[in-house]
């Protein structure tokens, strides 16, 4: 059985940082490109970021290009995203999601895990 566990949310000032993870299980998570989307409260869901299987090649909404940083680590069946510089627009809960060889990268409607919320506020 496929399972995403997203972790690492939290509440953060304005500016500041965390770090998401997403331990995946159930399926050869080498194979796979993995992205994050998030949905805000009242809001649909927005894509955040890919990257494809190897790690070589990111992806990042412009709401957070240079900010975000996407990475995996595929001994330990892992995705990252590294999220500096918060804004309260950030605020949201995060999923990780599994994106088949040749599927769309920017897809938004992917197997999700149960998501982690991230808060920026004062």
């Known amino acids: 059985e496929v399972q995403l566990t997203e972790s690492g949310g939290g509440l953060v000032q304005p500016g500041g940082s965390l770090r998401l993870s997403c331990a995946a299980s159930g399926f050869t998570f080498g194979n796979y490109g993995m992205s994050w989307v998030r949905q805000a409260p009242e809001k649909g869901r927005e894509w955040v970021s890919f990257?494809?299987?190897?790690?070589?090649?990111?992806y990042y909404a412009d709401s957070v290009k240079g900010r975000f940083t996407i990475s995996r680590d595929n001994a330990k069946n892992t995705l990252f995203l590294q999220m500096n510089n918060l804004k309260t627009d950030d605020t949201a809960v995060y999923y990780c999601?599994?994106?088949?060889?040749?599927?769309?990268?920017?897809?938004?409607?992917?197997?999700r895990g149960q998501g982690t919320q991230v808060t920026v506020s004062s």
């Open positions: 999601a599994r994106v088949s060889p040749g599927s769309d990268p920017f897809y938004t409607g992917y197997r």
């Open positions: 990257i494809n299987s190897d790690g070589i090649t990111t």
